[in-house]
């Protein structure tokens, strides 16, 4: 089958959809099909680029506003749209965005006759937690939100979203079309439990980190506002306090980064806490692997490729009870389940984890 993929982030972005859709067009080449690639580019004007043998035709783009992850978002699509279409005479068009790529995909498919299907990752909370409080947290402002994602969606031929809690959403706000919970799934060849039991302090893979502690909670993944990182590091205060033997390590970039950093300050607990910034493939699996738990406090996710990597490295998952965590993390069968928002809570379960090596081994 031949096949366009079009997303407005894409590799080398490292955010959970740009992971996944990059996993996806690796299997299907991998599976015979033909795919090419719709992004935006790291320049105002278009071009055509390579990632191994998938051809990718790049957008004109510009930095994304508010954003300090060098994400860029395009300005025009039409005109890479309609090239892609013209060269490689897709059968299909899928659509993994609500914006220009993605509208500029949907008009020529319409025009032509191909079919179009769509997968949605996006909440309005991924976007409107860079926004003032008073409209972050507006009813009004959620409703149309929702009411945008849905009158996109209801134009393709069938839309999938990875999670049922996920699919759920969609048809709740009035959501028409076909629907399909399909995983973003995880290579568990490549992540898996260690073979060995060196210490992280010892593994060459994680030379370059200065790591505060032996042990640690992990959190892996994009450093912004909607990941409610704040509350995480609230709640591992409070265990810090009753293990000093206990770090903090959270791995990746974004735009609350300084924020955190000073909030650490702030509690005393900076030398306890390790912010990596970027990591490459082999840290981040290291990093997995040596870590007590991963946990997780954000409020807005469709799934979480992150936990999803850590469950398959064996480690236990400390999340909160929000949107689709729950269908990842089973409250006292392989890791803890606790309420928004409460650190005490967070804490607890952090402390229970740390010391208890039956219970750490019994959740991996």
Same mark, same amino acid.
């Given at each position: 089958m031949k096949i366009l993929l079009t997303s407005e982030?894409?590799?080398?972005?490292?955010?959970?959809?740009?992971?996944?859709?990059?996993?996806?067009?690796?299997?299907?080449?991998?599976?015979?099909?033909?795919?090419?690639v719709v992004a935006p580019g790291a320049r105002p004007r278009g071009y055509i680029e390579f990632d191994d043998d998938v051809k990718i035709y790049r957008t004109p783009s510009l930095p994304l506003p508010l954003n300090r992850d060098n994400?860029?978002?395009?300005?025009?699509?039409?005109?890479?749209?309609?090239?892609?279409?013209?060269?490689?005479?897709?059968?299909?068009?899928?659509?993994?965005?609500?914006?220009?790529?993605?509208?500029?995909?949907?008009r020529l498919a319409k025009k032509r006759g191909i079919t179009i299907v769509a997968t949605n990752h996006l909440m309005p909370e991924n976007v409107l937690m860079s926004l003032p409080k008073s409209i972050r947290d507006s009813e009004r402002t959620q409703r149309i939100f929702w009411r945008r994602i849905v009158k996109f969606h209801n134009k393709f031929a069938a839309v999938a979203s990875p999670t049922k809690t996920a699919t759920n959403l969609l048809a709740d706000n009035g959501l028409t079309r076909p629907l399909f919970d399909i995983t973003n799934g995880v290579n568990t060849d490549y992540y898996r439990p260690s073979d060995d039991?060196?210490?992280?302090?010892?593994?060459?893979?994680?030379?370059?980190?200065?790591?505060p502690h032996k042990k640690? $909670? +992990?959190?892996? %993944?994009? &450093?912004?506002? *909607?990941?409610? =990182?704040? @509350?995480?590091?609230?709640?591992?205060?409070?265990?810090?306090?009753?293990?000093?033997?206990?770090?903090?390590?959270?791995?990746?970039?974004?735009?609350?980064?300084?924020?955190?950093?000073?909030?650490?300050?702030?509690?005393?607990?900076?030398?306890? $806490? +390790?912010?990596? %910034?970027? &990591?490459?493939? *082999?840290?981040? =699996?290291? @990093?997995y692997q040596r870590a007590l738990n991963y946990a997780i406090t954000s409020p807005a996710e469709l799934q979480s490729?992150?936990?999803?990597?850590?469950?398959?490295?064996?480690?236990?998952?400390?999340?909160?009870?929000?949107?689709?965590?729950?269908?990842?993390?089973?409250?006292?069968?392989?890791?803890?389940?606790?309420?928004?928002?409460d650190v005490h809570a967070l804490a607890d379960a952090l402390l229970k984890i740390s010391q208890n090596v039956t219970l750490r081994k019994k959740f991996g």
């Open positions: 982030s894409y590799w080398p972005n490292k955010d959970g959809g740009a992971v996944f859709e990059r996993r996806l067009v690796r299997q299907m080449v991998a599976a015979g099909h033909d795919v090419v994400y860029r978002i395009s300005y025009t699509a039409k005109s890479a749209m309609r090239r892609a279409i013209d060269d490689h005479n897709p059968d299909i068009i899928h659509v993994h965005t609500m914006a220009l790529t993605g509208l500029a995909a949907l039991s060196v210490a992280a302090t010892k593994d060459k893979r994680l030379a370059r980190f200065d790591f640690y $909670v +992990l959190y892996l %993944g994009r &450093v912004n506002a *909607e990941k409610r =990182l704040d @509350l995480l590091i609230d709640g591992y205060k409070l265990a810090h306090d009753s293990d000093k033997n206990l770090g903090l390590v959270i791995a990746g970039t974004g735009n609350r980064l300084e924020h955190l950093k000073e909030q650490c300050r702030r509690l005393g607990i900076e030398k306890d $806490v +390790l912010f990596t %910034g970027f &990591v490459s493939d *082999e840290e981040k =699996l290291a @990093l490729i992150a936990s999803l990597e850590a469950m398959a490295c064996g480690k236990p998952i400390v999340a909160v009870d929000a949107i689709a965590l729950a269908e990842l993390c089973h409250d006292g069968k392989n890791g803890f389940l606790i309420p928004f928002g």
